[in-house]
Structures are given as structure tokens and as C-alpha cells.
């Protein structure tokens, strides 16, 4: 399964990943460490929701590449503490951070596993909800923040998915 078209679908689909995460989640500058924008909970969103929408999954690999193109900055908590502050220690896209990220020999767990993106956490919660019922308790404002990022997402499918612009 790793011929030509295997290449060319996955080009594809990276592809369609970068105007979604441009789209729907480009980049914050505001550097704020939250369970919603750590890497590993953005892939199973983008995961949920891609596959939902548009029939693929995506790997943390995937995304990361992604985000960093989308000039998207990685950052990760610095185990010194500073005056009862921590300090972000920013990873720069130039630097091969992706094999410390998922190599599985990681010699400071610490410094590995909680790697946030400067992205919206309320937006990647709220495309989270997108894939499933909303529960009846849900507030809403709630419940209208989800009707209008689904109906956000099915007009930008309508154009990224056309004749004009295959995936």
C-alpha cells in the first residue's frame, strides 16, 4: 500500500490538514500551558474530527508538521522554577524536535510528553463536541457555539472538498 497513490493520498490529506488547522485553529500568541492544546490532545480532536468529516485519520506526526507550518509554535514547561513562575521553553520549528517528541527511548519524560501548541483550547474543545450528540445538560451558549462551528465546518467542506480542490 505504499505505492503512488498512497503518496499522493497522503499529500492530500496533509494538505487538507493545513488549511483546517489554518482555518480553524491558527496560531494564538499567548503561550498558555492547558490540557486542550497539549499535542497529544489535539491529535485525537483533529483525529475525532477529520475522520468524522472527512473520512481520514491524522497522527501526532501529521499535526505536528502541520501546526509548525502553520507557523505554529511548540512550547513545553522548563522544570526550573522561577520565582514560583515556569518558564516556557519555546521549540523552535527548526530544530528536530519531532525526534525527541516521539522517539520511544525519551531520556526526560518531563520535557517530552507535555508539549502544548500556541493554538485556542476553547476552539479545540468546542470542534471535540462537533463529533458527538450534544448532552441535553449542556448551557446553551454552549450548545450555540457547537451549532456554529459545525455549520462552519460544513461550508468549509463544501469549498475545500469541490471538483476544483480534490483531497
Not at 137 to 146: G, H, I, M, S, Y
Request: aromatic share 8%.
Amino acid at each position: 500500500m505504499n505505492g503512488p497513490h498512497s503518496t499522493q493520498l497522503h499529500e492530500a490529506q496533509m494538505r487538507l490538514l493545513r488549511r483546517f488547522i489554518a482555518t480553524f485553529l491558527p496560531p494564538q500568541d499567548k503561550f498558555h500551558r492547558n490540557l486542550a492544546n497539549e499535542i497529544n490532545y489535539v491529535t485525537t480532536t483533529l483525529n475525532r474530527v477529520l475522520l468524522h468529516h472527512f473520512g481520514f485519520r491524522v497522527n501526532k506526526e501529521m499535526v505536528t508538521e502541520a501546526l509548525q507550518d502553520n507557523k505554529c509554535i511548540l512550547f513545553t514547561k522548563n522544570d526550573q522554577a522561577n520565582n514560583r513562575k515556569y518558564q516556557r521553553r519555546i521549540v523552535p520549528s527548526e530544530q528536530n524536535f519531532l525526534g525527541t517528541l516521539f522517539s520511544t527511548e525519551k531520556t526526560d519524560v518531563q520535557e517530552t510528553v507535555y508539549v502544548h501548541a500556541d493554538i485556542d483550547a476553547g476552539t479545540v474543545r468546542t470542534l471535540r463536541l462537533t463529533t458527538i450528540p450534544i448532552p441535553e445538560n449542556t448551557a446553551p451558549d454552549k450548545r450555540l457555539q457547537v451549532k456554529e462551528l459545525l455549520h462552519r465546518l460544513k461550508e468549509w467542506k463544501k469549498i475545500e472538498i469541490s471538483p476544483e480542490n480534490p483531497v
